[in-house]
Each structure stands twice: as C-alpha cells, then as structure tokens.
C-alpha cells in the first residue's frame, strides 16, 4: 500500500501544478493530503492509523517536514540562505536602474561590425548581467525590447535571433552569483552528511573497522564553492553560444549578417561611452566574485557587497545628465581608497592600539568609513526619491525572497512525505540495481531532471529531487564525485529547464515582449540548438571535472584556512609530484646531500652529530624507497584489473543480503503485532523465502573471493607500509635538520643564561633552610626550557632541586649537581658558538634546499606555486571502490 500512497502523492502534485496552483501551496498541499488520507485508510481498514506508513505514523510525519526545515535553517552555522536576498536585491537594483539597457546598446554597435556581431553582443551582455543581476526574467525581457527589434530589423534569422535571446538569458542559472547555486549548495550540503554516513556504514560492513580514514571520505560543498566551481563551466557555455553564432554567421551569412556603426568605432565618446557601460559592472563582479575567490569574504558578506555597489550604481545612473551625478560614486571610490592606503600604512585593529600614531590611522579611517556610509546613504536617497525605485526593489526583493522560502518550507513537507512512504528506499534501490555503476545511475538521474524541466521550475527539482537522489549518488565510492561537481552538473541540467518546451519560462518571457512578426514556432525553432549546446557542456564538464574541482580545491590550498602539507587527503597528489621533482633535482640534492656529510662536526655536539647523520642518510635512502613505492603500485594497480570484477559482485551479492535482512529484522517485528494467523502464517511464508533468496545468494559468491581478497590485502599493504616508510624518513631527517638548527641558533640565548645558573653556587648553603635556592635553581630551569638542546642541563638541575626537598635535604649532593650542569653549559655553550660559525651556514643553506622537497610536510601551508601545481591532480576523481 505504501506504493500506492507513493503514486497518489505524486499525482497530487501534479495535478495541483498542472492546474494552475502556486508551487509554494502545491508541495505542501499534496503531502498533507496524502498523508491525511493514508492515516485515514489505515485507521478504518486496519484499525493503525500508521500502517501504510514505513515507520511511525500520520501524527509524526505531518509536521517532520517542519520541523527538519527548522532543524536544519534556525542553526547559527547554516547561514547560507541569507545570501538569497542580498543577491536578488543587488539584481533587481541593477535592472531596475538601467544598466542592461545600457550594455545592450553600447555593446550591439561595438561588436556589431563582425559576422554574428549582434548575436554575439547578446551573449556577452548576458554572460555580464548574469554575472550582475542573476535574474532570468528581468535578462530575457530587457534583451527581448532592445535587442530583438535591432536583430530583426538587421535581416536576423527569427530563430536564431529569438533562440540566443532565450539562452543568453538563462546564463544567469548558471553563472555566479546565482540563486540556484546557493539552493543547491544548501541541499547538497545536507545530502553530503547523508552520503558521508551511509559511506562510513558500506566501510564498516565491508572491512569491520568502525573508523574510516578522512581519504575516503566525501567532499562537501558550499555557496562558495559552487560559485568557483560554476564559474569556467558557466565561461564553456558563454564560449559555445558565441561560437555557434559565429560559424552560423560564416556558414549562412544571411542568418546573421553583420551591422556597421554610423559613428566611429575609435572616436574618443564611443570609447567614453563603452568603458562607462562596461566597467561598472565588471568592477562589481570583480568585488563581489573576487572576494570570495580571495577569501576576504563569505558568500553572503560578497552579497552585502554587491547589494551596496548596487545601490552605489543605481544612485548615479538614476541621475544621469546632471553634473553632480557621479559625487556619490566618486565619494565612496575615494573613502575606499583613502581605507586602503590606511591598512597599508597603520594596524587599523582596535584592540591593538599602543600608541598615537595608532590612534591617529583609527581616527583617519574613521573618517573614510564616515565618508563611505554618506555615500551609500545619499545614492540610496537617490533610489528612494527618483521613479520610487528604492520601494519597488525593496517589494519585489521580498516577494522574491518569500517566494523561495515558501518553496523550501513546502519542499521539506513534500520529502517528509515522500520518505514516509518509503519512497527514498525504493529509489536508492532502484539506483544501485542499475548495471553499470554510478554512471548509469546518474545518467537516469541526468535524464529525469532533464525531463522534469519540461514540465517544473528549477526551484522545483532542486529542492524537491536533489536532497532524493544526491545522497546515492555522493555516497558510491566508485566515482568519488565531490558535492560540488555534482552540483554543477545538475545546476547545467536545471539550466535547460528554461528553455525546453512547452513550459520554458524564457520563451514566455520572450513571447510576452516580442512582436506579431515572432511566431511562436519560431522560438520553440530557436532554441533547440541552444538546448543541445547546453547538453554539450554538461557532457564535456561530465567527462573533464577539474572545470568544477579546480578552482574550489586551488582557492582552498592557497586560503588563510588552508590544510597542512601533512594532512592525510593531500598526501597521494603531493607525492606524485615530489617524486617527480626528486628525480629532475637529484644531482642537486646528491651533491648537497654529500657538502653537508662532509661537514667537519667535530665542535657540535653528539645529539647534532646524530641528527646530521639521518639526515644525510635518510636522503640518501629516499630514491631506493621511491622506486619501492612505485613498484608497489605498479602491483596493486595489476592486481587491480583481476580483483575489481570480483570484488563488484561480491559486494553487489553483500548489500543484496544486508537489504533482505533489513526486510527480515522489520518482519519479525511486524510478526509480533499480528494476532490472526493467517497472517501470521503469509508473513512466516515470506520470510522463509527471504532467507531462501539469502541462501542462494551466498552461493553465487565466487569460490576464489577469499583468497583474492585477501591476496590484494597483502599487496596494498605492502603499498602503505612502503609509504609510511618515506613518510617516516623525510619527516626524522628534516626534523633533526630544524632541531639542529634551533640549537645552534640559541647560543647566545643560552650563554645568557650561564652568568644565573653560576650564581646558583653562593645560594645552595650547608645550613638550612633553602627555599630560596629552590626558587631560584626553579626560576633558571624554567630559562633553559624556552632553550631547545638543554636536556642534560636540565636534567642535572631537576636533580639539585630533588635535592633540596623538605625533610630529605641534601645539600652537597645539590650543589654536586650545580657544578655538573654549570660545567655542562659552559662545554655547550663553547661548542655553539664555535658550530655557530662553521657549521649553522651550511646547515641553512642546506635547509633552504630541501625544504620544499624532504621538508614540505613539516611546513605549516603550501607555497602558492606547489597548491596551484597539485590542484589539477586533487580535482580529479578517483575510483575508491576497492577500499570498500
């Protein structure tokens, strides 16, 4: 019965949207009915209100969509949302102040000269106010008034004119800062702790251990990173819809003909007008995307942001023609300017203030902030007085912004729902019974959202499919995909739900504003090569994710929260690429390696001598334990090709066996609650199947699994110990190299403390008491613990201070030690400072040489050139299935 209460939510669902109603009210209103009516039937057919329910019943499944939503939403970490706002309020400030108009005009007589230039000129601005303003609606109409009139009235095919239009306009889907990517950031995010659970389970059933090593682990997301990793694929659609458009012009030249300028392209107010239309908004994209790229602010302070460099806009192009237009901007501009040469110059913090020179950077930079806020208060007057524009942004910000609230709220009740009736169940075993893997998997996944933009929006499927189906597909350790891969890619997907027929809101946009002349078919004509322009860039994004992963992965190893070089997820890419520079660099490092063991060390001391000595034979070693790493990969990749069928279908035949003792386990406790035995009996029936089904499939277990899976156990483990026999090495040689170092560097901090430790002798007396001389030798043990290389000093004084303990005072034996430590340090300080000269040059120069190289693991962050360098291999996935 569940899957009949399944269908019937689903039918509600769409019929409600089919007709007509709000999908704020659809989804909501659908899963309460449903969910009404199985309580209902249960409770008058089957004396159980929860029945027909997987588990619990109505009174727990009613309000569970709720009370997620508030679970997951009223958290102080998950604060993505609150960006949703400020960059819809940034994009309607923008259109409504004008801009677009301005870039379509300005940029259709610059590129206008050039095959397709019109056509072009759309794409760019679309790429530009996507990047902007984010707004399909607002983009499609704007275009649709100003540009489609000049294409058709320049001879411009109806269907390419129309079909560009539509496609320019849905860039904003995919192209941050966009509302769909911070929705199914926030999704996402969520599906990734789902995933991340149900991985660490398939890792415990599969090997016994409870603990799973963070390398295998999932890669979340956040608006962040789907805005980074958006952006390149976002620039592969911008580059296809161009290309299109020009090889059209070129091939057909009556489709696209090309628009000369009456003026002069090079005339001194062209060029005025181009950069006073372009610049603006390409400065604001580069503060608002170049913020978060840089790490200098969150995603919703890059939305505040551009919030405030929208009103800052608005403010001047509103008053456009009157001289005193621009003061606003150039106030703001200058009260930024002034803050950044004061950063330069003072330490602008102000719980560090020391002096007056401090206190006059606060008070200068209070001034500029003074002078910023004036401004952004007078072009927000502006906004306020001229054409009401303040209030209709601020309305329509808040409708906006309800809107998709309403949807989220609606989309928790209806997955609540959903789950309710095992629906979850029966799609991850539909997913994981597909042939093929993961890819056929999200192929179907790809498929149905494609198929569902027909009919839905895409507030729609992402709230309402993406946390159904992401967590199978991010959970499957055969690709490894990250969350932000995934993101992207059904983000591209949603794209086209704008422009397939019959239900595409961009063709309506375009139809409502576009003349009789346009035909309908003429839009449904122009956007089928756009739509299979999209297809392509999410097959070539599919097929190459470092578009995605790269700028996410590169922007996180070269942020101030950036992971060490030892942590555990970096370690294979790291070493690929030290291997690789080891042998370019090995004559160098040989011969360095040789300079500094023949170092005469006569004067330093037998802990340096030995710390010297692994050095130098631990670099030595390096080579012969890369080419063991090497060989045993080489083995574990061979043994890979026999062992990955078998292990397929043993563990396919395993999670067979886990799903029908889940069935088993459910069924003995639904055997409890019958009290007719007839029932009774069927259930027993089914339940002797199952175990007859369990049986079987044991039996289909390949009679070689055991010893080969315990055949790939000893090659893979003879890969780590190899590797933790590299890692062991380099980090005891650079250590001992650094130790060695800090020593003889402390030397003249060490002589500083002799002159004390001396004076030790005149308090140490033969009559008590000597609780002084206690105090004191403590006060100087505590100066040689700030020394590194004191060990047996301290040890000699730890031993005076035993001795003078209360009731057991000894004070020869104290003083026996004082004259041992003090000797001691006079022998160390003299050894020092002679290595100090001799030896500590060549130990630097030596640690300047490999300190990127045996050293990099001990370093606290990559170096810029190393993260950007290994980014490439960490944004590729890898197949982890066989760890599984």
Same mark, same amino acid.
């Given at each position: ?52 329910? %997987? ?53 259709? !007589? #610059? ?59 849905? #860039?904003? !889907? ?112 580069? +503060? ?34 009157? &001289? ?142 993406? *946390? ?86 590169? %922007? ?7 992971? *060490? ?50 050095? %130098? ?23 890979? +090709? ?7 279908? +043993? ?128 006060? +100087? ?6 020394? *590194? ?9 730890? &031993? ?19 004259? &041992? ?64």
């Amino acid at each position: 019965m569940e899957l009949f209460f399944l269908a019937v939510l689903f039918l509600v669902m769409m019929y409600a949207l089919g007709s007509g109603y709000p999908v704020a009210f659809a989804l909501p209103g659908a899963a309460i009915l449903t969910i009404s009516l199985a309580g209902i039937c249960g409770y008058l057919f089957a004396s159980d209100s929860g029945e027909y329910f %997987t588990q619990d019943g109505p009174i727990e499944w009613l309000p569970a969509g709720v009370t997620n939503f508030r679970g997951i939403y009223w958290e102080v970490e998950r604060d993505t949302l609150i960006a949703i706002p400020l960059f819809i309020f940034m994009g309607i400030m923008l259109q409504r102040s004008r801009i677009a108009e301005d870039l379509l005009v300005t940029m259709a !007589q #610059l590129f206008g000269p050039i095959p397709g230039g019109l056509g072009i000129s759309v794409v760019f601005v679309g790429a530009l106010l996507a990047a902007t303003t984010g707004i399909v609606g607002a983009t499609v109409v704007a275009m649709g008034l100003i540009s489609l009139p000049a294409m058709l009235r320049n001879n411009y095919s109806k269907p390419l004119a129309t079909g560009t239009i539509c496609a320019s306009g849905t #860039l904003g !889907q995919i192209i941050p800062p966009s509302i769909v990517l911070i929705i199914l950031a926030d999704q996402l995010a969520s599906a990734a702790d789902q995933a991340a659970s149900e991985r660490k389970s398939l890792y415990k059933e599969a090997t016994g251990e409870f603990s799973m090593p963070s390398t295998l682990d999932i890669v979340s997301t956040s608006a962040g990173d789907m805005f980074l990793g958006a952006f390149i694929p976002g620039l592969v659609l911008v580059g296809l819809y161009m290309a299109y458009i020009l090889i059209s012009a070129l091939l057909r030249p009556s489709t696209a003909p090309a628009v000369h300028y009456d003026g002069k392209l090079m005339e001194r107010a062209f060029i005025m007008k181009v950069l006073m239309a372009l610049v603006p908004p390409l400065v604001l994209i580069f +503060v608002v995307l170049g913020s978060i790229i840089a790490g200098i602010a969150t995603v919703n302070q890059a939305g505040a942001i551009g919030a405030v460099g929208a009103t800052i806009m608005a403010g001047y192009r509103l008053r456009e023609g009157h &001289k005193d237009a621009y003061y606003p901007a150039m106030l703001s501009i200058g009260s930024l300017l002034v803050i950044m040469v004061l950063m330069n110059i003072f330490s602008l913090n102000v719980r560090k203030i020391e002096s007056g020179f401090d206190m006059l950077g606060i008070a200068l930079a209070a001034v500029a902030v003074v002078g910023f806020v004036a401004s952004v208060a007078w072009s927000g007057w502006r906004t306020f007085k001229i054409e009401d524009t303040l209030n209709g942004v601020m309305v329509e910000s808040a409708k906006t912004t309800s809107m998709v609230f309403i949807i989220l709220l609606g989309a928790a009740m209806l997955t609540s729902a959903f789950r309710g009736f095992g629906g979850e169940e029966i799609v991850k075993h539909f997913l994981t019974g597909l042939p093929g893997g993961f890819w056929a998997q999200f192929i179907v996944v790809m498929l149905v959202i494609f198929l569902l933009g027909f009919f839905l929006d895409f507030i729609e499927i992402a709230v309402v499919v993406v *946390p159904i189906v992401s967590p199978i597909l991010l959970a499957d350790p055969s690709s490894n995909v990250t969350a932000v891969w995934l993101g992207v890619m059904i983000g591209l997907n949603i794209q086209t739900s704008f422009l397939t027929p019959p239900f595409g809101f961009a063709l309506f946009y375009l139809r409502g504003v576009a003349s009789s002349v346009v035909k309908t078919i003429d839009i449904y004509k122009g956007v089928v090569p756009f739509i299979a322009l999209q297809l392509l860039g999410l097959t070539i994004v599919g097929f190459y994710p470092p578009l995605v992963n790269y700028l996410p992965v590169r %922007t996180y190893l070269t942020s101030e929260t950036a992971p *060490p070089p030892k942590n555990p997820r970096l370690q294979a890419c790291l070493e690929d690429h030290l291997f690789t520079q080891y042998l370019e660099e090995k004559d160098g490092l040989m011969s360095a390696n040789a300079t500094l063991a023949s170092l005469d060390l006569s004067a330093v001391s037998p802990v340096i001598k030995r710390n010297i000595n692994t050095t %130098t034979k631990g670099v030595n070693g390096i080579f012969d334990q890369i080419a063991t790493i090497r060989a045993a990969e080489d083995d574990v990749a061979a043994a890979a +090709v026999d062992y990955r069928p078998v292990h397929r279908v +043993v563990r396919t035949i395993e999670r067979d066996i886990r799903r029908n003792d889940r069935k088993l386990e459910q069924m003995k406790k639904d055997l409890r609650g019958l009290d007719d035995p007839d029932a009774q009996d069927a259930l027993r029936a089914e339940m002797d199947a199952l175990e007859v089904q369990n049986e079987e499939l044991r039996a289909e277990i390949p009679a070689e699994w055991e010893s080969a899976n315990k055949d790939y156990k000893t090659i893979t483990a003879t890969l780590k110990k190899a590797q933790r026999s590299y890692r062991k090495t380099v980090d005891d040689a650079y250590s001992g190299l650094i130790d060695s170092i800090m020593v003889l560097e402390a030397a003249d901090d060490l002589a500083a403390i002799l002159p004390d430790l001396r004076a030790l002798e005149g308090v140490i007396t033969m009559d008590g008491p000597h609780d002084v001389a206690r105090d004191e030798i403590k006060e +100087v043990s505590s100066m040689l613990n700030a020394v *590194p290389g004191t060990n047996a000093i301290s040890s000699a004084l730890s &031993k005076a201070k035993k001795a003078l303990r209360k009731r057991k005072e000894k004070p020869k034996k104290a003083l026996k030690e004082i004259k &041992k430590a003090i000797s001691l340090m006079e022998a160390d300080v003299a050894s020092r400072q002679q290595a100090q000269a001799t030896v500590l040059p060549a130990l630097k120069t030596y640690e300047e040489a490999v300190r990127n190289t045996i050293g990099l693991r001990q370093q606290s962050r990559l170096t810029t050139d190393l993260a950007t360098s290994i980014s490439g291999c960490l944004a590729r996935h890898r197949d982890i299935s066989l760890h599984f």
